[in-house]
């Protein structure tokens, strides 16, 4: 049986799963956390790869690997492969000024046409530029700028800090694949490139596409990772990538791979991207997956360019496009509620399901994080519609979900907006085994609604690339589905919610 490793570096955590090649059966898996915060030092992300390698029982006969990542971080390199400093991540918010002058300066119209989308807050454009204005000295010390997957990948293959990687800094040697590269506001999924004067306007200087050879030595031009097209690998896990002693993490009692199987690293890819792959979603398909940020993309066979931001126009890691609406605010809604309402998910569950449909005219536009599909960054959580008699427990419970759901919905609308077909949805995420989650977005999406089994889909989705890296072909593996709930649809609770969300101060 050859075995394949998929790995999902997401915001919270590390996850890694390892599924035979044929038929995409889990054998084991492993997991370790990261730390919380809107920027973490990448060191976290290596010695977190470490501890899940080591719970999942190791790589030692694993043949082929990919690493689906977090989208948007900034991670900024010096000549010598060390980290600038802490890694700016998708949901910090601190850009937001820097996103607003550069889509005054390039027009919002020019820029999704260039890049499929309009920076907001989380995209990496908007973080170089930043780190330009307020960090002149750091920004001067940049040799490179990568993503998570890439900085990842890149280290697997034994790169990095002279003082601990056997390779040394070759900078030229990142690389990253076409749908984690779209996410960063200067990439062009329609042309296919970088968009270098993009970079320049942001950055303040000029950058090149890393060759995959021994670099030119010390310029003052920006190295970006050399993008990876769908199915072609990156290279192969170096044996002694961790440093002393030389084995790979997860291999103790088995002695060194320095001598043992080859491990083939895929190109990797963006997290939705990745879970896009892991769920196989076609043409039609709606995926609305339920973490940390809510997101709404679906698989579409041309480049979107929507000029009001609303909607990212992605590519995927297929071939494709992955028009894409995003927002910041997902499970932790029903957390923060379940803690005002000092009750635990499953309670929280059994209360908002003792409510009707519309909470009783109770709206929560869940904006605790800022938002950043609508784009209010600085705006804020309220409830709205509440009266003597409307405000118990169950409406409460029932209005976080709805609240939650609606935001979702509005992004399966503008989805629609620009040409994507809907015709099913696939519910994923942690939150999303939440039964009241079930039965209520059934009755706040207008398509039938399908929950695949709990899996790590995006890890899944990287160990497709892995497979297809190895064999040539990308594998079709068959996805379990828990609960498919009839439908049942209210447009009532949308049209609350939009009336309630016009009233938002979006400054707060």
Request: a negative charge; charged letters at 15%; glycine letters at 12%.
């Amino acid at each position: 049986m050859t075995l394949v490793a998929g790995v999902d570096s997401s915001t919270q955590s590390c996850k890694v799963v390892v599924l035979d090649a044929e038929t995409g059966k889990l054998v084991r898996e492993g997991r370790a956390g990261h730390p919380d915060g809107t920027e973490v030092h990448p060191d976290h992300w290596w010695q977190a790869l470490s501890e899940a390698f080591d719970d999942a029982g190791g790589l030692a006969d694993v043949s082929a690997l990919s690493v689906g990542g977090q989208q948007h971080g900034m991670v900024l390199l010096d000549h010598a492969g060390n980290v600038v400093r802490p890694a700016l991540l998708w949901n910090d918010t601190r850009s937001a000024a820097a996103a607003a002058a550069l889509t005054d300066e390039v027009g919002a119209d020019d820029f999704a046409r260039r890049t499929g989308l309009v920076p907001v807050a989380s995209f990496t454009i908007t973080k170089i530029r930043w780190v330009r204005d307020h960090e002149p000295d750091l920004a001067d010390r940049v040799a490179a700028v990568a993503l998570p997957h890439d900085w990842l990948t890149w280290r697997l293959r034994g790169y990095g800090p002279a003082a601990s990687s056997p390779l040394g800094p070759d900078l030229d040697q990142l690389t990253t694949d076409r749908s984690d590269a779209s996410g960063t506001g200067y990439w062009s999924p329609s042309a296919g490139d970088y968009d270098l004067e993009l970079f320049k306007l942001a950055f303040g200087r000029d950058a090149r596409e890393a060759t995959g050879n021994a670099g030119p030595g010390d310029s003052g031009t920006v190295i970006l990772p050399r993008v990876l097209g769908p199915g072609e690998a990156a290279g192969e896990i170096h044996p002694v990538c961790f440093g002393s002693p030389a084995e790979l993490p997860g291999a103790a009692g088995s002695g060194t791979l320095a001598s043992g199987p080859r491990i083939l690293l895929g190109a990797g890819a963006g997290d939705n991207a990745a879970a896009a792959l892991g769920l196989g979603a076609k043409a039609g398909d709606v995926v609305v997956s339920v973490g940390t940020s809510g997101t709404v993309f679906s698989v579409a066979s041309q480049a979107v360019a929507d000029p009001s931001g609303t909607v990212a126009g992605f590519a995927d890691a297929s071939g494709e496009y992955l028009p894409i609406a995003v927002t910041l605010n997902a499970a932790r809604v029903l957390s923060s509620v379940a803690g005002i309402l000092g009750v635990d998910f499953d309670e929280l569950s059994r209360l908002a399901l003792e409510a009707e449909p519309g909470a009783g005219g109770v709206v929560l536009v869940p904006y605790f994080e800022g938002e950043r599909t609508p784009n209010l960054p600085h705006s804020k959580a309220s409830f709205h519609g509440l009266s003597i008699a409307s405000s118990t427990r169950s409406n409460l419970a029932r209005a976080a979900i709805e609240g939650m759901l609606c935001g979702l919905s509005g992004g399966l609308d503008s989805l629609r907006a620009q040409g994507s077909p809907a015709t099913r949805l696939l519910l994923i995420g942690g939150a999303v085994q939440n039964p009241a989650v079930q039965a209520i977005a059934a009755q706040v999406f207008d398509l039938p609604v399908v929950v695949p089994s709990p899996g790590e889909y995006v890890a899944r989705g990287a160990a497709v690339q892995a497979a297809w890296a190895h064999g040539g072909n990308r594998p079709a593996w068959p996805v379990a589905v828990d609960a498919a709930p009839a439908p049942d649809f209210h447009p009532e609770i949308q049209q609350n919610y939009l009336r309630a969300s016009r009233h938002i101060d979006p400054g707060g």
